[in-house]
């Protein structure tokens, strides 16, 4: 047997990780059916050459980022503290994957921040910022920044956390990633301004080191968030604004669509939870 190494998955490659050991970047694989390891697991790995190892055992997780559909699991990221949203002037970002993305760090009960990026379009972050006032009511931290321009806006956040960029491609995550850290250098192209959509970038999730105490992993664009893993009564608590209402409905099974006595429904007519949550709510429980 070979000599086993502690280290962490600093990239992500569908059934290819590198892991970051004392020693060095380790080339490693799983052997069987060990499957969803994501980028940020602490693993123990087993070396078989001079850079190259064999995962044996994962450590236990303190936070799993995931999607879903109902065939199947992407793991997104692991031992994050933080989900960094991103989102743009420009192109036009998907408001429903904004909210999935905050149901599914709820669920994981990670931190939130959610960045609009390219501020330096001013028409396109006026309307931007329309769209997001009501996250911001609901009390989730809004950073506005241009990264080509100046990141230290977001850099307080960052500090001290493990945070994870998620959002739909085009955004400037990686825009992001080179305005923190000049040498990594991820890739950037220009927007596809005839789809008015993004271009794919990166392709893999890649952790770095900000400083000994704060990491960033970038994540691939997402076009869609699945939620499949979360349950009713979890995606229901997952609705801040909801909180102080669930568990005063008529009957306990509530569900918030159309019961007599719904706590929820009350509170959304007397005006105290937008209708435009309660209607993605009841978009994701149906």
Do not use: W
């Not at 408001?95 to 669920?107: F, G, K, P, Q, T």
């Not at 321009?149 to 959002?167: C, W």
Request: charged fraction near 20%; hydrophobic fraction near 40%.
């Amino acid at each position: 047997m070979g000599m086993l190494q502690h280290g962490q998955v600093v990239a992500a490659f569908g059934r290819h990780f590198d892991v970051e050991t004392a020693e060095g970047i380790v080339s490693c694989v799983t052997r069987g059916k060990k499957g969803g390891i994501a980028c940020g697991d602490r693993l123990q790995i087993e070396m078989t050459g001079t850079s190259q190892g064999v995962i044996k055992s994962i450590d236990p997780r303190s936070s799993l980022l995931f999607r879903s559909d109902e065939f199947k699991e992407k793991t997104i990221a692991a031992n994050v503290t933080q989900i960094i949203v991103v989102v743009a002037a420009e192109p036009a970002f998907y408001e429903d994957l904004v909210s999935r993305c905050l149901i599914a760090a709820e669920a994981a009960s990670l931190k939130i921040v959610i960045v609009l990026n390219k501020c330096d379009l001013e028409q396109a972050t006026q309307a931007a910022l329309k769209k997001l006032k009501l996250y911001c009511d609901l009390g989730y931290p809004l950073v506005t920044l241009s990264a080509r321009q100046d990141i230290s806006p977001l850099r307080p956040y960052l500090q001290g956390e493990t945070s994870v960029l998620v959002g739909q491609s085009g955004m400037g995550k990686s825009s992001i990633i080179n305005a923190l850290l000049p040498a990594a250098q991820a890739h950037t192209r220009e927007i596809s301004q005839a789809l008015n959509s993004g271009k794919h970038t990166t392709t893999h999730a890649r952790l770095y080191h900000l400083d000994d105490d704060s990491h960033i992993i970038d994540s691939p664009g997402l076009q869609e968030f699945g939620l499949s893993h979360v349950n009713e009564m979890d995606i229901a608590h997952a609705f801040v604004e909801f909180r102080p209402y669930l568990g005063h409905c008529r009957f306990s099974n509530c569900r918030h669509l159309v019961e007599p006595g719904c706590a929820v429904l009350e509170a959304t007519m007397a005006g105290e939870i937008d209708r435009r949550r309660l209607g993605t709510f009841h978009k994701l429980v149906r």
